[in-house]
């Protein structure tokens, strides 16, 4: 290509980047933009008035309230995802994770053959499974304890962690005391309960309205909780079949240590409560051991007449959070039990009995045989009862506290 035939095509480009550019500068002159003088749109936002308080967030249910009205039997639904990992029987294996009986007060390390992880080690080293502990650490177990091994999102539910460690806490011997309760909202039963400390003991003061009894051990199965680090499974069936009765109409309330003796009101006293109709026991030998040879409901009876009603005041210390037992008491999360012995199952008449104590006891009276086979296992008595207590196994105690139970009257039943 020669020199001339090159010029045209570099003019034939030349040109045409001119006549772009005049394009260019001809159209802003025909379509001038100005920009405007407040962007976008105005939306019009209405002034909020302000009252100068702002809104109160709902203040969450303490604790120990949760607890005091918590549902023993919800509880061990809820954690039979976990018996992949654990098992709850007295004495059971350690699996993925450790056994989970007693769990409740004892030491988070508290499995020397179990391998807990890192994390766990380093969190509990110097912990106790308290009730502000299994809180926490069921509600979201990798936060509270960084680097568990536990493979468990945790129970974000306020009430359903409540169940599930009123269930744990049934998984021993002698349950821990319940928090105290220093002031309550009214509970399911439709009853107010003002504190009580009470506490987890052997025997427990009959229920006169839907349970018989105070707290006692409980032998149930265990809970999901997470019983030291390891992972609570997702599976599994068989769950340990509680004892321990649902906390309910008659259910722990608040907690705590007994607030002393549950006073005895005009008829109690320290001797053997009144015997009438030939029901004094024998002076020699020991009464108890005669009686009950005797079997059967007499045998019982006779138990009652032996025993001391002071044994079964200290017994039923544990009640003093559910109940009154003094005359003219106010119901607590359960009845008062003043004069409860021969009256009717449900004598009083101002107090929100559960459904299943309603059917019972629509037509029965609180007899002698009565409160024996109720105190010894209330849940298999009254099937449905929101009661939370295991029963009292020992028919000696049994008796004590039907002893006591007899002497809160004017007029103590007839033996």
């Not at 006549?19 to 159209?27: I, T």
């Not at 989970?100 to 988070?108: H, N, P």
């Not at 105290?180 to 506490?199: F, I, R, S």
Request: one cysteine or more; hydrophobic letters at 40%.
């Amino acid at each position: 290509m020669d020199s001339f035939e090159l010029n045209k095509v570099a003019g034939a480009v030349l040109g045409t980047c001119l006549f772009v550019m005049a394009v260019a500068v001809v159209s802003d002159a025909i379509f001038e933009t100005h920009p405007p003088e407040e962007p976008g749109y105005a939306i019009a936002i209405p002034e909020a008035t302000s009252t100068g308080e702002s809104e109160p967030a709902p203040a969450a249910t303490p604790l120990p309230v949760l607890l005091a009205n918590a549902d023993v039997s919800a509880g061990e639904n809820g954690v039979r995802a976990c018996q992949a990992c654990h098992s709850f029987e007295k004495g059971g294996p350690n699996k993925v994770g450790p056994n989970l009986y007693g769990i409740v007060g004892a030491a988070v390390l508290g499995h020397a053959d179990f391998n807990y992880s890192s994390g766990m080690k380093e969190w509990g080293a110097d912990k106790t499974w308290t009730y502000a502990n299994l809180d926490a650490f069921l509600e979201n177990p990798r936060k509270e304890v960084p680097g568990t091994a536990m493979s468990y999102a945790g129970i974000k539910n306020d009430e359903k962690r409540a169940d599930v460690i009123v269930y744990l806490r049934s998984l021993a011997d002698n349950p821990e005391p319940l928090p105290e309760v220093q002031k309550t909202a009214e509970a399911d039963t439709g009853t107010a309960t003002d504190a009580a400390p009470a506490g987890a003991g052997d025997g427990a003061a009959a229920e006169g309205g839907d349970a018989a009894g105070g707290a006692a051990s409980g032998d149930a199965s265990g809970d999901a909780a997470s019983g030291g680090d390891a992972a609570s499974g997702q599976s599994g069936d068989s769950a340990p079949a509680a004892e321990g009765a649902p906390a309910g109409d008659a259910a722990p309330a608040g907690d705590a240590a007994p607030s002393g003796d549950a006073a005895p009101a005009e008829g109690s006293g320290n001797a053997a409560p009144e015997q009438k109709e030939g029901s004094a026991a024998p002076a020699e030998s020991d009464p108890q051991k005669d009686a009950a040879v005797q079997g059967g409901a007499d045998g019982f009876v006779k138990l009652v007449a032996a025993a001391n009603p002071d044994d079964g005041k200290r017994a039923a210390r544990a009640c003093v959070a559910c109940h009154t037992f003094e005359k003219g008491g106010a119901n607590k999360v359960g009845p008062n039990l003043w004069n409860v012995v021969n009256a009717p199952v449900l004598h009083v008449a101002d107090y929100n009995y559960s459904k299943a104590m309603k059917e019972w006891g629509a037509d029965k009276t609180w007899t002698y045989a009565n409160l024996d086979e109720y105190l010894e296992a209330p849940t298999k008595v009254v099937k449905g009862t929101k009661m939370a207590f295991a029963g009292i196994r020992k028919e000696e105690d049994r008796a004590a506290v039907v002893a006591y139970l007899r002497s809160m009257a004017d007029t103590p039943a007839p033996l």
